[in-house]
Structures are given as C-alpha cells and as structure tokens.
C-alpha cells in the first residue's frame, strides 16, 4: 500500500498560486497599491503610506479585499480601495506587463499529462484573475481556476480555496494526496491547514526561504518549474 505521508508520487491534485509563483508580474502588486493608496487619500512617502505598504508586503498571498478591510477599517473604504487596485492591476497586466515564471506552464503540462488534476489560485478578484489568464492565453491550460470568491469569500491562509479544489474536481479521496505550491507565507498555512501532504514555496515571489520554511513549508524550490520531479513527473 502506498504510504500517503512520505510518498509524493501519490499526489493526484495540484493547487498552485497565481502572482510569483507561475506568472511573473514584476512588482504589480506594489504599484497596483499605490494607486489604491492614492485614491484613498493616502500619500506617497508618507509615513502612514510606508506603514501600509509594510503591511501588503508582510501579506502577500491573502485575499487583497482582506488585507484593504485590515488597512481601512470600514467596510466601504476597503472595497473602494480594493476596486482602485483591481482597476490598477488590471490596466497594469493589459500593458503586457505580465510573462509567465519560465517553465511554469511546461510544468503545468507535464504534471497534466502524468494524470495529476492541476487548479490555479489567487488572492485577486475574478476579474483580475480573467485579465491575467487572458493576457497570458491560459485560458484553457487548467480544468479550475480559483479565487477567494469562489471558496465562500476567504482566501489565504485559510484552507478554503484548496478544499474547495478538492470538492470541485473531485481529483483525489484523501488531502493527503494533495500538492499545494506559492510563493508566500500564506500559501504555506493554507497548504497545511488543509492538509496538504506537499507545501512546496518557490523563491520566485515575495518571500524567501526562512519566511517560507517558518511558514510550513514541506519544500523550497528554485521555481515551480522543479515541482513535477518533486512529484515523480520525469
């Protein structure tokens, strides 16, 4: 019987981040923030500015609604400044100022083509999720896209938007067979607080390696692009 706990050539469901993880963005997520920052009133070398952007930084990977809520207070001027960072992001990625990470879209294919059932996810909304899926002709390259939206509104660190993978594809019967690979610390709590037997963090995004591991990551890697041989996938 295979052991589900140490074996990785038992994964059959792949969740995998958007922004830094398998598409490059450049630092958008800054700029896209700034932008937002602006139409709240917030000014640019503040100090109040530099605080907040201190805090999206330390965040990255959680629902962006989430992270405004955090910095706003009320709930009117989180959702006007996350409308202004969607608007920015989006005006920013149909610039063509997106490229996916190098190999991340081989590795899609190849962990595909071994039979693993793949579903990208994100902390942006759908359609900032839409743009870039678009931009990048991505379309069709997975059978599930998510974003905090379609797992009831939470995104990272909660569990949700892997569980709602599972539940949706219906790719595996154990979370245990379930590989989750990001970019930031909060890819990594999600991995684990759903159970994910692989949490693989990839130094191509906006944390490094100790925030990672001290996170929970089971694995670092270079890229994703490593993740298929992680996995078995030669």
Known sequence: MVNELTDNTAIELVVLDMAGTTVADGGLVEQAFDAAARHLGVEPGSADHAEKLGYVRATMGESKISVFRHLFGDETAARRA????????????????????????????????????????????????????????????????????????????????????????????????????????????????????????????????EQLESAGATHVLGSVAELPALLGVV
Do not use: K
């Open 82 to 209: 996350n409308t202004a960072f969607e608007t920015a992001y989006g005006e920013l990625v149909d610039g063509g100022r997106i490229a996916p990470v190098p190999g991340a879209r081989e590795a899609i294919e190849a962990l595909r083509a071994a039979g693993r059932t793949v579903v990208l996810s994100t902390g942006f909304a759908r359609v900032t999720q839409d743009a870039i899926l678009d931009a990048l002709g991505w379309q069709d390259l997975v059978p599930l896209t998510l974003c905090p939206a379609d797992a009831g509104g939470r995104g990272r660190p909660y569990p949700d938007m892997v569980l709602t993978a599972l539940l949706r594809t219906h790719a595996t019967d154990s979370v245990r067979r379930i590989a989750v690979a990001g970019d930031t610390s909060y890819d990594m709590l999600s991995g684990r607080r759903a159970g994910a037997s692989v949490v693989a963090g990839v130094l191509t995004g906006a944390h490094y390696r």
